[in-house]
């Protein structure tokens, strides 16, 4: 009776672990997912290329790339702010921030 809950136990376990995602599959999900606020659904970039307008009203981007998002205070990518953002992390957009470019 013990063998058999212990291989049931067993199997309970491999059956749990093999459905599970590994972590870097979220961060290689090439997207990035912008937030504004409740009322508003979320913006995904996929496979975002090149220099990427944000809305006026975001306030959070999360970074589900391979590469680092650098953020910008203009529209057009020229004015670089001090926020990078590595793959698998997110920031609170600053004030004043315009777009964003994948490098």
Request: proline share 7%; net charge negative.
């Amino acid at each position: 009776m013990r063998k058999t809950i212990l291989s049931v136990l067993a199997a309970v376990a491999a059956f749990s672990l093999a459905g599970a995602a590994p972590a870097s599959a979220a961060e290689t999900a090439n997207q990035v997912v912008v937030f504004s606020h409740e009322l508003s659904a979320l913006r995904v970039y996929e496979d975002a290329q090149g220099c990427q307008q944000l809305p006026i009203d975001a306030h959070q981007l999360n970074n589900r790339t391979d590469r680092v998002v650098t953020l910008y205070a203009d529209p057009m990518c020229a004015i670089p702010q001090m926020v990078s953002v590595q793959p698998g992390y997110g920031t609170q957009i600053p004030p004043g921030t315009g777009s964003f470019a994948l490098s």
